[in-house]
């Protein structure tokens, strides 16, 4: 008879629990999580880590152990991403991936961020970049076994020329650098989102988005020519659209009509 009462009691409790308030307690949990919160804690860094281990033993590139660190600077102009093929930072709370409107897209781009850090442990050559600089420094041109053809036979001659000077190698080495770190970007990029999974490339995709669509901020600023150059090459390379940002610049207007002709 006890057990009979207790059975009726519980029941009651249990019927007082619905699926739909349920829901919305869990709702309102997570609605009350800040971005900082869920994307400093320590379940999203062990997320990110497993999914990077994993990307890199599908790459046979088991070997490779790595340090994952996920910071928050909201800054002006502060980093997204960093590594040096031993340590890697995420930047969580950068304000163009803040400025994205919703959660999801925010997980994206600090998801595409890890991506294209793994990306670079996978692909990158660094031992390359750093013969790359030390040939520029030297006074010769990188790669050394360039093939001359009408279009770069004058701008060939002109860089040999510029580099007989040392004191214009570091800025030549800059230039070389910041070019390479676009195409390099782009490749390894490319090379996972076919490599892996289609999620892969659309968390890279809504990160580009993030960081290089333009924003009403920008509007009527001017900008130096070689970083007009810089900005619409990372642009057309990792978005797919040619812009006529080129065209506007009388100094770069012949880069477009080459560039349209492709």
Not at 64 to 77: G, M, S
Request: charged share 25%.
């Amino acid at each position: 008879h006890l057990t009979g009462k207790r059975e009726t009691k519980m029941q009651k409790i249990k019927s007082q629990i619905r699926i739909a308030d349920l829901k919305k307690l869990i709702n309102n949990a997570q609605s009350a999580l800040t971005d900082q919160d869920i994307f400093l804690s320590d379940a999203y860094l062990k997320q990110l880590r497993a999914m990077g281990t994993f990307l890199m033993a599908q790459a046979h590139q088991s070997a490779l152990k790595f340090t994952l660190k996920i910071i928050w600077d909201p800054q002006p102009n502060s980093l997204t991403g960093q590594t040096d093929k031993s340590n890697i930072v995420l930047n969580a709370g950068n304000p163009a991936i803040q400025a994205m409107p919703t959660r999801v897209e925010r997980n994206k781009c600090v998801q595409g961020l890890a991506f294209h850090e793994f990306a670079h442990w996978i692909y990158t050559d660094f031992s390359a970049l750093k013969t790359q600089y030390d040939t520029i420094m030297q006074g010769r041109i990188y790669p050394e076994n360039i093939t001359v053809t009408p279009e770069n036979k004058e701008g060939l001659k002109q860089l040999r020329k510029r580099l007989k000077s040392p004191a214009i190698r570091e800025v030549i080495a800059q230039i070389y650098h910041s070019l390479d770190n676009i195409l390099e970007d782009a490749y390894i990029e490319r090379c996972m989102s076919r490599a892996f999974s289609k999620s892969v490339g659309d968390s890279l995709y809504t990160l580009n988005r993030a960081l290089f669509e333009p924003t009403d901020d920008e509007g009527g600023q001017d900008f130096p020519v070689f970083a007009i150059l810089q900005n619409e090459l990372v642009y057309a390379l990792m978005l797919g659209k040619i812009r006529a940002g080129l065209a506007n610049c009388p100094e770069l207007a012949v880069v477009y009509d080459r560039v349209q002709k492709w």
